[in-house]
């Protein structure tokens, strides 16, 4: 079992920025692939960006591609989500996710993933 908490959320202008923070528990960190989703209300979740175990390659959404950077701290059991040029549309509850199978092709799907945290919401206001 792998236990995640995010945190960072909250109420951000449009254009601003905000850094999103993910750990984990209950299984060797670096041995997982990272991610992030979000979910807006009403909609499907929704594949934002992942992370190798190394830190070596990472993926993001074209949705987002630019404007997010997923990164990782192994030493401390941590996965960021940076996000900026936030936009009204980019309001969801964020949550990290984890996958212990390596780095596939399928990485960029929600499914791909074993483990979820409760997430946290992300409010972009206009």
């Known amino acids: 079992q792998v236990q995640l908490v995010e945190s960072g959320g909250g109420l951000v202008q449009a254009g601003g920025s905000l850094r999103l923070s993910c750990t984990a528990s209950?299984?060797?960190?670096?041995?997982?692939?990272m991610g992030w989703s979000r979910q807006a209300q009403g909609n499907a979740r929704e594949f934002v960006g992942a992370i190798r175990w190394s830190g070596s390659q990472t993926v993001d959404a074209d949705s987002v591609k630019g404007r997010v950077t997923v990164s990782r701290d192994n030493a401390k059991n941590t996965v960021y989500l940076f996000m900026n040029s936030l936009r009204p549309e980019n309001t969801a509850v964020y949550s990290c996710?984890?996958?212990?199978?390596?780095?596939?092709?399928?990485?960029?799907?929600?499914?791909?993933?074993?483990?979820w945290g409760q997430g946290t919401e992300v409010t972009v206001s206009s």
């Open positions: 209950g299984r060797t960190f670096s041995t997982l692939t």
């Open positions: 996710a984890a996958a212990v199978t390596a780095w596939s092709p399928s990485v960029g799907s929600p499914e791909f993933f074993d483990y």
